[in-house]
C-alpha cells in the first residue's frame, strides 16, 4: 500500500500562486509514476500532470500551458504541483496519485492510488 497526503491548498486571488504538496509513505518503490489531478464542482475528475520517479520526465495537460510545474524530491518522497497565474476556474479540489505507469495516471485516469485532496479556492 502507498499513503498519499496533499497539502498547501487554500484560499487565493486570481493571478496568485499556491504550492501544494503530496507526502508519500509505505510501499512507494511499486510507483513510479505520481501526478495530480483535479475535480471541480459539477465536474468530471481531470488529469492535471505527473512525472515519473527520475525526475526528468513530465507530463502535462494541454490547458495547463506552462502554468503550473510539477516536480518531485524522491529523498523526502514528496511530489509538489506549483501553480501560477491561477484563475478562478483552477477552483477544485486536487488529488494526488500515484501508479505504476504514465498510461494509468494520464491517459486512463486510473491511477493505483489516491490522496485525500486539498481544496484550492481562487476568488476573483
Known amino acids: 500500500q502507498v499513503q498519499l497526503v496533499e497539502s498547501g491548498g487554500g484560499l487565493v486571488q486570481a493571478g496568485g500562486s499556491l504550492r501544494l504538496s503530496c507526502a508519500a509513505s509505505?510501499?512507494?518503490?511499486?510507483?513510479?509514476?505520481m501526478g495530480w489531478f483535479r475535480q471541480a464542482p459539477g465536474k468530471e475528475r481531470e488529469f492535471v500532470a505527473a512525472i515519473r520517479r527520475s525526475g526528468s520526465t513530465t507530463y502535462y495537460a494541454a490547458w495547463v500551458k506552462g502554468r503550473f510545474t510539477i516536480s518531485r524530491d524522491n529523498a523526502k518522497n514528496t511530489v509538489y504541483l506549483q501553480m501560477n497565474s491561477l484563475k478562478p476556474e483552477d477552483t477544485a479540489v486536487y488529488y494526488c496519485?500515484?501508479?505504476?505507469?504514465?498510461?494509468?495516471?494520464?491517459?486512463?485516469?486510473?491511477?493505483?492510488?489516491w490522496g485525500q485532496g486539498t481544496q484550492v479556492t481562487v476568488s476573483s
Open positions: 496519485a500515484a501508479a505504476r505507469t504514465y498510461t494509468q495516471v494520464a491517459i486512463d485516469l486510473r491511477p493505483d492510488y
Open positions: 509505505g510501499r512507494t518503490f511499486v510507483s513510479d509514476v
